[in-house]
């Protein structure tokens, strides 16, 4: 019953204790049976008895055994007779897949989770993707050393909940000037990414049942956010100048929010008119809705100047600001922010405080060194030129390779660039087939709800200049030819 195998990577009394347990918890030993002295079982199983007497200490302080005085040890008693379910991990049968456990509902409403082809590839054009070589490693680990070698006992425990202070003073700072977003240190909360921020607005700002509207298309994870705290999703068109706030009333006036990228629509990439962010701010007003407001790669614009946030234009703080450090520096550094009005500051404060303390202090002290230092403002220029470049060299391939077959769309903004296909082709085939050949083609039906268009959305932040023509030709290959 119990064997050991010295070739194994377990070491001896972990496989002895693994043997006993498993023989308790399947009935082979009984309750209230004898078990073998270490010696005994030391020298029947030809180990020292070290290991035996550590697997019978662990076995004994769980409560699989017990010391009876003149009997030894034995089985505890007070286990179940019958054999238990609760067999070993490794030995678990779990439930196949496509048998269903009960979970609770809302899990439910989320979509099934895919392995998506061009989300799986690193190739050209994935979308998200930022020019890491230009980012300034090495300045960067000199500021994360010299936090690391200062850590003292407050900046090792539990930070301000709200975040770093002099982070969020250079960020309010940041956001005055570049953003023209009205606030101060005291309203930016700072989070783990924009993703996080819209889960703590959503569940601090809406009821179930609550109408949405979102932006058709629009990013498909905030779609989740608010699915996930049982709002329902009104979808509203966008056209060149944005959402399209008059289809918006006609299809649901009273709707509790409106989810918006009025820099950079995401994934058309159009700029939302003054006309139209005038409408929905007074559609907020008027029907006490609130506006979240999703300015996540506004740092870059190429054609002109960064245009304003929509919360300047608010008099009526309805409107809640996320923004991400994803884009401008990278996405696995999981900080962004949100501008809080406010009133509701301590609301969305104790929110954040259930479902996590903070975002780790470490990181919000460097980059609060790097904004302060002016390494932020400088890293941005050099990334607006750099993109800039790269969105133009991409545009010229395009017009070059596909002539007017294909039809790129948006502001000269932002790190993707989103293209229309001619005719009836499908993306997601061609999606599919792309990324085999190492492209990453995100489709753009996708990421509707209502009257998919067929498209690609084309991440130009990680690739190369001189790799360009040639992934504009494999994307020709796939499109025109195949
Ligand atoms: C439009 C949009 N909003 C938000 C996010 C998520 O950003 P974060 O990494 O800050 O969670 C993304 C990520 O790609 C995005 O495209």
Not at 426 to 440: C, F, K, P, Y
């Amino acid at each position: 019953m119990i064997a050991v195998d010295r070739k194994a990577p377990q070491s001896l009394h972990r496989q002895i204790y693994n043997s006993f347990r498993a023989a308790i918890v399947d009935g082979r030993l009984r309750p209230g049976q004898r078990i073998p002295s270490t010696r005994v079982l030391a020298s029947e199983i030809r180990v020292s008895r070290f290991p035996v007497l550590n697997a019978y200490a662990q076995l004994l302080a769980e409560g699989y055994l017990e010391s009876r005085v003149g009997a030894g040890t034995v089985v505890s008693s007070s286990l179940p007779g019958q054999p238990t379910s609760s067999t070993p991990a490794q030995a678990r049968n779990l439930p196949s897949r496509h048998e269903l456990r009960s979970v609770a509902q809302r899990c439910l409403l989320l979509p099934r989770k895919e392995e998506f082809p061009w989300m799986v590839h690193w190739g050209p054009f994935r979308v998200g993707q930022v020019a890491l070589d230009l980012f300034p490693k090495h300045l960067w680990s000199a500021l994360v050393s010299r936090r690391c070698r200062g850590i003292n006992a407050e900046s090792a425990h539990y930070g301000d909940l709200m975040g770093h202070k002099a982070l969020r003073r250079a960020i309010a700072n940041y956001l005055n000037i570049a953003r023209s977003v009205r606030c101060e240190a005291g309203q930016v909360l700072i989070v783990n990414g924009s993703q996080q921020a819209l889960e703590i607005t959503a569940r601090v700002l809406l009821n179930p049942g609550d109408r949405v509207w979102l932006e058709d298309p629009s990013y498909r994870l905030a779609r989740d956010a608010f699915t996930i705290n049982e709002c329902h999703p009104v979808p509203v068109p966008v056209d060149s100048e944005g959402l399209d706030v008059r289809a918006g009333i006609k299809k649901y006036r009273k709707a509790r929010a409106a989810f918006v990228s009025p820099s950079h629509q995401f994934p058309l990439g159009v700029t939302m008119s003054a006309s139209r962010r005038l409408q929905l701010v007074e559609w907020a007003q008027h029907s006490g809705a609130w506006i979240i407001e999703d300015d996540y790669d506004s740092e870059f614009r190429y054609e002109s100047l960064p245009i304003a946030s929509l919360q300047g234009l608010d008099a009526n703080s309805r409107v809640i600001y996320i923004g991400t450090f994803s884009k401008v520096l990278f996405p696995s550094l999981r900080l962004g922010y949100i501008v809080v009005p406010p009133d509701l500051v301590d609301r969305f404060l104790l929110m954040r405080r259930v479902m996590d303390l903070g975002a780790p202090t470490l990181y919000q002290e460097v980059l609060a060194d790097f904004i302060d230092e002016g390494h932020f403002a400088r890293h941005i220029r050099r990334m607006r030129v750099h993109y800039g470049e790269l969105r133009r060299t991409l545009v010229r391939s395009l017009r070059s390779t596909f002539g007017d077959k294909l039809e790129a769309i948006g502001d000269e903004a932002g790190m993707h660039l989103t293209v229309m296909l001619p005719d009836t082709r499908r993306d997601e085939e061609i999606s599919a087939r792309a990324a085999r050949q190492n492209l990453s083609l995100w489709p753009l039906s996708r990421l509707y709800m209502e009257q998919p268009r067929q498209g690609f959305i084309l991440g130009f932040g990680g690739v190369s200049a001189k790799e360009i023509p040639q992934a504009v030709r494999k994307l020709h290959r796939l499109v025109i030819r195949e």
